[in-house]
């Protein structure tokens, strides 16, 4: 896992340095301060991490990759934005929201820059890549990946305090919500490498399972974490009354007054009553179902695997996989 995490940091500060070097000319400075807040914070960079990953392992370079890679940073770093805004988040990533920082207009603001910076940032990477075919594909597979996190964060709303909602719903939420990113990543790190159709389809789907299994495990810490190492308070999620896959288990598989206790605490959106709202998630094992099903996704994912010959590349994305379900924060 060590060597994981320093080769995630090796990659997160090349990253950090296209988009800083590219996000230089903003103004008026306040816009700029708020568009840079949070990509100067100690995200993982997962998403363009694996970007240059999978570039290198069908043959091309981190420069083939950077500035894509950069660029899906840019996307998932709007996106947060947006989704603070819209949530009420007052804390992310350990330190006040930028809507906090600043004021909701510069934030949203903020967030458009990124966004239309991001594809400025594509297109200005013809020169680094082996074809400006690639570079077509690259900017259809995030505009795709946009359309659907604005999908899922609209099913994610509209879920709240919607207790009638099933498995095959939800997961198709957060697949839009937070895998068709992830998936949009490595899908854009194949085409940029080279790699030929059937590759690139199953690297697509290697990103969506681990995706899946990236917002399950958000939902477990969201339970269990502690708010200094996620940075945001505990069990939010039961107090804004989010349809999550735990919850979703006990209310399939608890008794009806188990079940109308929690509806009832997921209703009144009291702190309070978390701790009420965990006993009843154990008693069923639900948080135990979420971290099974986490796990076969990166399973599943890690055997997709087998297209790559063995390499460091291969190594990183076998391990990137498992860090999604092992990590803490």
Request: proline content about 2%; glycine content about 6%; aromatic content about 6%.
């Amino acid at each position: 896992m060590q060597d994981l995490v320093e080769n995630l940091e090796k990659y997160s500060i090349s990253v950090k340095s296209e988009i800083n070097n590219f996000l230089s000319n903003i103004s008026p400075n306040n816009l700029k301060k708020a568009s840079i807040y949070l990509t100067e914070s100690n995200g993982k960079m997962l998403r363009p991490t694996l970007a240059i990953i999978i570039c290198e392992a069908f043959g091309g370079s981190q420069k083939n990759a950077i500035k894509t890679a950069a660029a899906i940073e840019l996307i998932h770093t709007f996106s947060l934005i947006h989704d603070d805004i819209m949530d009420k988040d007052a804390i992310r990533r350990g330190k006040p929201s930028v809507h906090k920082v600043w004021n909701e207009n510069i934030a949203i603001l903020a967030g458009d820059t990124l966004f239309s910076k991001a594809f400025e940032l594509i297109s200005s990477a013809k020169d680094d890549v082996n074809s400006t075919d690639h570079i077509h594909q690259t900017i259809a597979t995030i505009s795709d990946a946009c359309v659907k996190i604005c999908e899922g964060q609209a099913l994610d709303i509209e879920f709240e305090k919607n207790f009638d909602i099933k498995k095959d719903e939800y997961l198709e939420m957060i697949f839009k919500k937070t895998g068709a990113l992830m998936a949009a990543a490595t899908k854009s790190g194949a085409i940029i490498g080279g790699a030929n159709q059937k590759e690139i389809e199953t690297i697509y789907e290697y990103g969506k399972l681990i995706g899946l299994a990236f917002q399950i495990q958000d939902d477990y810490l969201d339970l269990v974490g502690s708010e200094e190492t996620l940075g945001k308070p505990v069990g939010s999620d039961i107090v804004k009354g989010k349809m999550t896959i735990i919850i979703l288990h006990t209310l399939e598989n608890g008794n009806p007054e188990d079940k109308e206790k929690l509806i009832n605490i997921l209703k009144n959106g009291k702190e309070d009553d978390i701790s009420e709202a965990l006993n009843i998630l154990n008693k069923y094992e639900s948080l135990k179902y979420a971290g099974d099903l986490a796990k076969k996704y990166v399973d599943d994912a890690k055997k997709l695997l087998n297209i790559l010959d063995d390499s460091p590349s291969k190594k990183l994305l076998l391990s990137i996989a498992d860090f999604v379900i092992n990590r803490k924060k």
